[in-house]
């Protein structure tokens, strides 16, 4: 069986998350979501896979190459196109590149799956494509019910007594949702689903082609199965899933390393001698961490490869990126942390250099000197004031 995964997007909510690493190839703990979902579809019996990319695609196709590992046959389809050395993207929606893929190899010739990248699942993806051909549908629609305060974030579906989709609410504002079920962006589709979509135009499976189908009454269905669906859609779902993960709350991620203490999972070649820092787990500690004596750590945590959390340093609740060096000075909770940008746990951006405090967030291969210098500056300036009175105007 064939599918197609959707990787292309900028994810410009995820910011600054996104800014150096595509949506899809963000970890949860050691394991990119889009590994994740490619697991989940050899499993399902699907031999063969194009992943759609564009924004910092290299990202996406230096790590996954021919898929061989993975018990697939990977292949990528680039929107965009290279000009004067620079690639420039130029995105076609996701039914647009339905039509692209089609158009180059006549890829999709039976029944296929179509993925968004940026979630993860444990959807029984083999009772979906059965519900779909019992349908004796063109396109099924994997539904999920939510809360129906967080409907207004997600395309609503509305179904008739046998499953088949009458209309579509797409994002509806609060209160106003007359459903609870939910579009998650796992769809099975039969070739003929590309005489519904357009040549030469950017077009969109959601906002184009469904509420299309809907309108003419076509086999369109949904299908409400039981399953774990975690959107990583905002900063605050990442950093959310995240810390199921740390818990080892998430079965498709299971926490790496060894454990060394109740809780506390480390990879290899970190130096970390956990009698002399204050710990409290739940913490997974990547390979080649360096934590020195004296330093707070308090679950959940996660500490990427390469980072150095110095003397000092309190740590609480978070997430430190790759390559991170932590000041001594630093007091990070509830944060995501890289020597690039800081973000609170609801998406709040700080950019340490912009903010002059790389003594506190640098990236971890810098030279120290240089790290330190700015510290030493800052408190030599606080030494040329004489301390103020209390009550002193």
Known sequence: MKALILAAGKGTRLMPLSRDCPKPMLPILDRPVLECLIEQLAKHGVDQIVI??????????????????FGVELAFSYEGYEADGQLH???????????????????????????????????????LVAAHHQAGALATLALSRIAPEKCSQYGV????????????????????????????GVYVFEPEILKYIPEKTPYDLGSDVFPQLARDGQALYGAEIPFNWVDIGRVSDYYAVQMDAICGNVPAVPRPGREIAPNVFVGANTRFDPRRCHIQGPIVIADSVTIEDGATLIGPLWIGRGAHIERGAHIERSLVFDYTRVGSQASLIEMLASGRWCACKDGLT???????????????????????????HFLAQLDQFEPLAIGQQ
């Not at 590149?97 to 029984?124: E, M, N, P």
Request: charged fraction near 25%; include cysteine.
């Open 157 to 184: 579906a509305l179904l008739d007594d046998t499953g088949r989709i009458m209309a579509f609410q797409e994002k509806p504002k609060f209160g106003e949702a007359q459903s609870d079920l939910v579009n998650t």
């Open 52 to 69: 759609n990319t564009s924004y910092l695609a290299s990202e996406i196709e230096g790590y996954f190459a021919s898929g061989r590992r």
């Open 89 to 127: 993207d130029t995105p076609l929606g996701s039914a647009g590149t339905i039509r692209q893929i089609q158009k180059h190899s006549g890829f999709f010739d039976d029944t296929f799956l179509v993925l968004c990248g940026d979630a993860l699942i444990d959807l029984d993806l083999t009772a």
């Open 350 to 376: 700080i950019d340490p250099i912009a903010s002059d405090i790389p003594w506190v967030l640098a990236d971890s291969r810098t030279q120290l000197a240089p790290i330190y210098h700015r510290e030493q």
